[in-house]
C-alpha cells in the first residue's frame, strides 16, 4: 500500500509525501505506480518549470519514498497571489485526483493530510 500524506498551512496545501509500493502489480508492471509516479512529475515539473518556482523534492526509489513541497503555495513565502494560487492548486488537484481513485484502488492506496508549517 502507497500512503500518500499531504501537507496543509492555514488550508492552503503545500506538498505531499509518498510512502510504500502499492503492491497493485508487478514491479515494472504496476499501473497504479506509474499513475502516481506520472502525476508526481506532473506537479515538480510544472511548479519548476512553467511557474519558474522553488520546488524542494526527494525520491528514494530503494525505499519507495518521495517528499514534494513548495513554499510557493504559502503567502508568507510567495508575494504573487496567483503564482501561490497555480502551485497550490496542483496540490489539491492531486489530493482530489487521489481521493477519486480510492473509490477503485482503496486496498492499494491511503490518503490524509497533516496540518503543519513549512519548515
Known amino acids: 500500500m502507497t500512503k500518500i500524506v499531504f501537507f496543509r498551512s492555514g488550508g492552503v496545501y503545500y506538498g505531499f509525501e509518498e510512502i510504500g509500493h502499492t503492491g497493485f502489480g508487478e514491479a515494472g508492471d504496476d499501473i497504479l505506480c506509474a499513475a502516481l509516479s506520472a502525476m508526481t512529475m506532473l506537479i515538480i515539473n510544472t511548479v519548476e518549470v512553467a511557474y519558474a518556482s522553488d520546488i524542494d523534492y526527494s525520491i528514494d526509489e530503494g525505499?519507495?519514498?518521495?517528499?514534494?513541497r513548495s513554499k510557493a503555495a504559502l503567502p508568507e513565502?510567495?508575494?504573487?497571489?496567483?503564482?501561490?494560487?497555480?502551485?497550490?492548486?496542483?496540490?489539491?488537484s492531486y489530493f482530489y485526483q487521489?481521493?477519486?481513485?480510492?473509490?477503485e484502488y482503496y486496498d492499494y492506496l491511503d490518503v490524509e493530510v497533516k496540518d503543519t508549517e513549512y519548515v
Open 98 to 103: 487521489l481521493n477519486d481513485m480510492l473509490e
Open 77 to 92: 513565502f510567495e508575494e504573487d497571489e496567483r503564482k501561490r494560487y497555480a502551485v497550490s492548486g496542483l496540490f489539491l
Open 63 to 68: 525505499a519507495t519514498h518521495i517528499r514534494v
